[in-house]
């Protein structure tokens, strides 16, 4: 059985900082595209951050610069280090593992979300 638990959301005033950690058990993180997305009240879910199984990293334009998503393979866990954040980044952020090779494409994971809020 697939698990997929998130952490490390909270409230902080705007330039703050946060690392987001995502942990994923039953599977194996090489053959998953891996991404972070967020969710605004009222808003729809947009990607801001992924990983495919090439290594090829992308960031939404309007969080380069401020985010880093990053990997840690031995324990199955994804990070979103966020730095000067901004009011417009506060929204419920969704870890994603979406199946990328032969064998896994037709699977896809999220987590449960951490809520992110920024004050002014």
């Known amino acids: 059985e697939v698990q997929v638990v998130e952490s490390g959301g909270g409230s902080v005033q705007t330039g703050g900082s946060l690392r987001l950690s995502c942990a994923a058990s039953g599977l194996t993180l090489s053959s998953y595209c891996q991404s972070w997305w967020r969710q605004a009240p009222g808003g729809e879910r947009e990607k801001v951050a992924g990983?495919?199984?090439?290594?090829?990293?992308m960031y939404a334009d309007s969080v380069k610069g401020r985010f880093t998503i990053s990997q840690d393979n031995d324990k199955n866990t994804i990070f979103l280090d966020m730095h000067d954040l901004k009011p417009d980044d506060t929204a419920m952020y969704y870890c994603s593992f979406r199946g990328c090779d032969y064998v896994t494409r037709n699977y896809a994971y999220w987590g449960q979300g951490t809520q992110v809020t920024v004050s002014s």
């Open positions: 990983i495919d199984t090439d290594g090829i990293i």
